[in-house]
């Protein structure tokens, strides 16, 4: 059994040594509280649990503490991946809801398994999710001072649990200050993808990651023969001719964990009983 979660790049909150230490506390103890749960869940179950745990964390720009877009509001996006069934399912731009992840893993129970906008908050109220602000001061404040992030904050996690099988997740808050109906990478296949062999959950500039289809790519490499570290060589060194902002995590079928960034630096937490690490 192995686990990796990554809460985005550092620069997307603050530079301050007491929020850079505040991180690694929490990467490191949703890590090691996710992995016991893994011990009696599947894959799928675990990477749920997990993102939803970076939901809950205002340090996290996913669920509670999500960036504010242009227009005032709070838009965001999660997506789910079964590398056993291949379904994906995710919402965007869903909003006043606690947890988007929750909301895509009761999508995978019906065949439309993609949805946006007012369609996602609505199935969500539809489905006994209530209403909730997922607003803290510190992003209004932002807001209001026009302090936008980086536009790197998302979370994720990818899983391999005891029966063999991977999973991943992914949620994010957006950019900030993006426009109304923006779409991230979050909830596509080029941020959330797992089969059999593989899964990969990223962060960075969505549109990069979208133009680089980076983890359909990795996964896709993998599956062909790549050994996990040739896969992401080869792929962020797609990235680089038009400077693409983005970081990934990763767990192939045979346990072997990788994580890489293009520009400094990522947080994120890996653990498998034994041997833990945190990094941001």
């Not at 745990?53 to 509670?64: C, H, Q, S, V």
């Not at 302090?147 to 099988?165: K, M, P, R």
């Not at 959330?192 to 289809?213: H, K, M, P, W």
């Amino acid at each position: 059994m192995k686990i990796i979660i990554h809460g985005g790049f550092f620069s997307e909150s603050s530079t301050s040594q007491e929020t850079k230490v505040a991180k690694q506390i929490a990467l490191l103890r949703i890590v090691k509280d996710s992995y016991e749960y893994l011990k009696t869940h599947s894959a799928v179950e675990t990477v749920v649990y997990a993102v939803s745990l970076l939901e809950d964390d205002a340090l996290f720009n996913a669920g509670i503490g999500s960036q504010i877009q242009s227009d005032g509001k709070i838009r965001m996006s999660a997506s789910l991946m079964d590398g056993v069934t291949q379904k994906f399912s995710g919402v965007i731009n869903i909003e006043e809801v606690k947890n988007p992840i929750q909301v895509a893993l009761e999508l995978m129970k019906v065949d439309d398994r993609v949805l946006g906008g007012s369609g996602a908050t609505n199935f969500a109220r539809q489905h006994g999710f209530e209403k909730f602000s997922t607003e803290i001061p510190q992003r209004r404040a932002e807001y209001e001072a026009k302090l936008a992030a980086t536009g790197t904050g998302t979370v994720g996690c990818v899983a391999l649990d005891s029966s063999g099988n991977l999973a991943a997740a992914t949620s994010t808050g957006g950019k900030g200050f993006e426009i109304p109906g923006r779409i991230s990478d979050s909830a596509t296949v080029a941020g959330n993808y797992v089969n059999e062999f593989c899964g990969v959950s990223l962060t960075g500039v969505g549109e990069d990651i979208v133009s680089g289809a980076v983890a359909a790519k990795i996964v896709t490499r993998v599956t062909d023969g790549f050994s996990l570290d040739k896969a992401f060589e080869k792929t962020f060194a797609e990235l680089k001719p038009y400077d693409g902002f983005a970081g990934a995590i990763a767990i192939d079928k045979d346990g072997n964990m990788f994580h890489q960034d293009s520009h400094p630096s990522m947080v994120f937490a890996s653990y498998d009983g034994e041997k833990e690490e945190v990094f941001g």
